[in-house]
């Protein structure tokens, strides 16, 4: 049974407060460590103190506020029961956040009856609070977002995301090919902070041929509700718990983006 419009306003107003909250906990973290501490999860994927802690900061709040719902976070886990959950990543741009890079944040969704129904990106060195809801809107601080009107590849900037979770090889022919269409290609290390941007009308599309849900829900709704156009992640099978391809342009870069990015024939390692 889906929640309630008064259920549903109560975590919008749970979400932003909870969302400061810890982004202030990460951003105090931040100018108090030495930047160069880090251990590896594994290759190119960075693990600080501060992605624990604040992982441990939302989910203690979340389940002393609303006991019954589900939790599934980057750092602790958690389950995927069909009910209600929230999805979060504590700081995403952790490689940035560990080598002293300040372009890192806190991405937390709520999804319910199957689809994301609430998004929030925190950056908070800019101090910069991505919030959304379905139906509802996209917003950078009480201000009303939309994507870039940019007509073309050939005057676009588009991020692209990669792991070592896919071959190198489909990061490396899309990257050529936007780049032979005139884009302009970027890699920023924070998949939410990028997602961000193409709502808020920064950069025109961003992808990644795997994302795992924490980095992608909050984005994905966000951008929507600016008026762009995403490629189907929730409604693929399993993609709250493997993960899958993201895409998120403006509509008139969308088709592009999608037949250079070879979405149709992906490989999950
Ligand atoms: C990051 C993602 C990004 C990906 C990076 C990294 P993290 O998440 O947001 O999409 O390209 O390799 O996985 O690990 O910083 O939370």
């Avoid at 049974?1 to 306003?9: G, N, Y």
């Avoid at 589900?70 to 389950?79: C, D, H, I, R, S």
């Avoid at 991020?159 to 269409?181: C, F, H, M, N, V």
């Avoid at 795997?210 to 693929?236: C, F, Q």
Wanted: hydrophobic share 40%.
């Amino acid at each position: 049974m889906p929640l309630s419009t008064p259920e549903l306003d109560a975590r919008a107003d749970f979400l932003e407060a909870l969302i400061r909250q810890a982004g202030l906990e990460a951003r105090e973290r931040y100018a108090a460590r030495p930047p160069g501490r880090y251990t590896l999860k594994g290759p190119q994927d960075f693990l600080t103190e501060a992605d624990t802690a604040v992982e441990t900061l939302v989910r203690e709040a979340i389940t002393r506020r609303f006991p019954e719902d589900a939790f599934l976070g980057e750092e602790t886990g958690g389950n995927v029961s069909g009910q209600a959950t929230w999805v979060v990543d504590p700081i995403d741009g952790t490689a940035n956040y560990a080598r002293g890079i300040d372009h890192f944040c806190v991405c937390i969704a709520f999804v319910d009856a199957g689809r994301t129904q609430l998004g929030a990106i925190y950056s908070p060195c800019t101090e910069e609070l991505y919030v959304a809801r379905r139906g509802g809107g996209a917003y950078k601080n009480a201000r009303r977002l939309s994507v870039a009107d940019t007509p073309s590849l050939a005057t676009a900037t588009i991020e692209l995301g990669w792991s070592p979770r896919t071959p190198l090889k489909g990061y490396l022919d899309t990257q050529a090919a936007l780049i032979t269409q005139g884009a302009n290609v970027r890699r920023g290390a924070s998949g939410a902070l990028a997602l961000a941007w193409v709502a808020e009308g920064r950069i025109d599309g961003y992808l990644e041929h795997h994302m795992r849900p924490w980095d992608s829900l909050a984005g994905l709704l966000l951008v929507k509700e600016a008026g762009g156009t995403t490629h189907p992640y929730l409604s693929l099978p399993d993609t709250l718990v493997l993960g899958g391809p993201v895409m998120a342009a403006t509509p008139a870069i969308a088709p592009m983006l999608t037949r250079h990015a070879r979405l149709d024939i992906l490989e999950i390692a």
